[in-house]
Structure formats: C-alpha cells, structure tokens
C-alpha cells in the first residue's frame, strides 16, 4: 500500500530515507543513499492525500516516463523509479547549486548578467529539446546552476511533452496546467508541442530578471492569461532605462504571441545572448510604450 508519506529511516528498494527537504503542492522531496550509488540522490513522491489535484497523480507519471529518457549536463541523472502498485516514486541526481529563484532578492539585475544567465538556460532547453521534450514550466525555480560548472540544468518534467511518448496531462485535463507568469499564449490554448513555448517562459524570465518586474502579472484566471495573446508588455527600457536595445530587442522577440516570430531555435537564441554585437535591431528594440489597443 503506498504511503502519502515516507518514514525518516526507513528503507525502500535499498533506498534509505533522509529528511523531507521539499514540501510542495503536488510532491515530496527526500534525500536518500544507496549502497550502489556514490551520487547525492533526492527521491520525489507524489502527493496521494485524498482530495488533492489529480493532476499531481498524472503529472508524477509523466515525470516517470520522460526522466529516465533524458541525459546530459543539463537534467539531473536518473537512477530508479517505483511502481503505483506499491510505492510511487523517482530517484535522480541532487544537483549541487542554487536555483534561479535565489536571485530574486537581487532583482534587476545588470543587462550583461541577465542575457548571460539566459544564454546559459537557452543552450539546455536546446538540449532538451534534441531529446525531444519540451518543459512547459520554464521559471526561475525550476532552474539550477550546477556548484562545479555552473551549467544550467532543467529540473521538474511534470508538465513537459514528450514528443514520442502519450501526452497524459493533454488527455486527461482541458485546462492549461504552468506557472502563470511564465505560460506561452499557444499553452492557453492547449498547445503543448511547440519547444518555442520555452523560449517565452524564458524571454518572461529575463523580463523579470532585468526590470524585476513580471510581463504579464501573475493572472490568476483563464482571461488574465489570454490577455497576453493581445496586449503586449511595457518596453522593459521604459521601467529600466538601462536596459541596452539589443537586450529588449530579443526579450521582445521571445514574448511575442506568434511562437513564429520568436527565434526559430534555442540555439539561436542562446548565439544572440552571447553576442549582442550581432544581434539585429528592429523597431522593438526602441520601444518605449505599449502598442495602442488598434496595434
């Protein structure tokens, strides 16, 4: 019988439990060790309260399938999984470093450390989406810059679309499922594999990391997340006049609604992160008001 929670101690399929170091609203997080296994490990387990989302349940197990198909420098390793029968769980890497989200206290950052920070997420969602998988809930959270490399590495694939795999979340729920700030307009909309969809949670990243202030809010409804598909940002030069043309240039061009507007690959937007000589301005480069509602 699967437990909601696990026993500090005890030992699951030669896994012993460590402290719960995540409590979050559709998993827990342990660290373990293994005999076999060298690696700092953390286990995920589902939350399985009764009443909770279904959708932690459905999520869970798309994590399942996608990890253990996914390798590099820019995922955390996988190392075993258990099964809904007995006990749900998955077993990967502890990636040593600290999430993006421990910059916000900082925010906004300078134009040079924002655009190298986004070129370092873009060059693993390219990665990634090689693979093919698209994450679908790029945010700074879900980023963590490895202690020894300082490499990005994508974590958390509840949400994410693998392109030769059943798309579980598509099948069972009608609504969009991500983090609000981040969402692409096609994911309003249900759209789930278009990898561009990751180069605008990243371009709203960046918006945030340069200004320290969200694009779109935080919309807590389905018409606060359409609104983006019609109603542009302020210029990030208009709140932050630091902010150089060639950075608001690519941001802008991340979040436009159209993903074919967008750069055509994470690859070539990370090149124009790392090389703003090269990159081509357009009137958005020096926008400074929002489009009228007739744009």
Known sequence: MAKPRL?????????????????????????????????????????????EDPAAIVSFEMEQMILPRISGAHVPRFIAAGDFAVQPYIVFERVA?????????????PAQEVAALG????????????QPVVHLDIRPSNIILRED?????????????????????????????GSAPYMAPEQVFGIRSEPRSDLFALGAMMYFFAT????????????????????????????????????????????????????????????????PDQVQLTPRAHKLRQDKWSE
């Not at 470093?97 to 950052?109: K, N, V």
């Not at 990005?152 to 994410?160: K, Q, R, T, Y």
């Open 7 to 51: 026993d500090v101690g005890s030992v699951l399929d030669g896994f012993t439990i460590g402290p719960c170091v995540h409590t979050g609203g559709m998993a827990y997080l342990y660290r373990v060790t293994h005999p076999d296994h060298s690696l700092p490990l953390l286990m995920k387990v589902p939350v399985l309260n009764e009443g």
């Open 97 to 109: 470093g600290e999430t993006l989200y421990q910059r916000l206290p900082t925010l906004p950052l």
């Open 119 to 130: 070129a370092k997420v873009a060059t693993a969602l390219c990665a990634l989406h090689r």
């Open 149 to 177: 490399s300082g490499e990005a590495v994508l974590i958390d694939f509840g949400l994410s679309r693998h392109s030769q795999l059943p798309d579980l979340m598509a099948e069972e729920f009608r609504l969009p499922y």
């Open 212 to 275: 320290g202030v969200r694009p779109f809010g935080d919309p807590q409804s389905l018409n606060g997340l359409k609104r983006r598909v019609w109603r542009d940002p302020v210029p990030p030069g208009r709140l932050v006049p630091d902010v150089p043309p060639w950075l608001q240039e690519i941001i802008l061009r991340c979040l436009a609604p159209d993903p074919e507007v967008r750069h055509p690959t994470a690859a070539q937007l990370a090149f124009d992160l790392s090389h």
